[in-house]
């Protein structure tokens, strides 16, 4: 798959704790931008944050939140995105989604692991 030029970058901000089914949400998602032929997926774990409730969810030495902040970015093009936007939408209770322009100068997978 060759992704170049313009695209769009996808950020889901979800909580840890959120679920879809019987798996945590953000591997749900994961795996229907996988099986959708997405070019890629990132799920990234924040320390603190808070969302539409103003619940202050953070990672410290003595208080470990259950449920801190999730991102769970994809970049691909504009058609693949709006296209797979209604069946996330059934898959979130809450949480945010953002949509922005990105240049994707490179994309491709590392060929010496492939030696």
Known sequence: MKLTGENILM??????????????????????????G????????AISGFGA??????RKLLDLSSDLPLI????DNKEKIDAI????????????ITLEKATVIRYS????KQA
Do not use: C, N, W
Not at 19 to 36: D, I, S, T
Not at 85 to 96: E, F, L, T
């Open 11 to 36: 950020r889901i901000f979800i909580g840890e704790s959120d679920r879809f089914g019987h798996q945590p949400l953000y591997e749900a998602l994961v795996e229907m931008f996988r099986k959708e």
């Open 85 to 96: 936007m209604p069946r996330i939408d059934a898959m979130m209770g809450g949480g945010m």
């Open 53 to 58: 409730h103003s619940v202050y969810h953070t």
């Open 38 to 45: 997405f070019a890629g997926a990132t799920v990234i774990r």
């Open 109 to 112: 997978p590392d060929e010496k």
């Open 72 to 75: 769970v970015e994809v970049v």
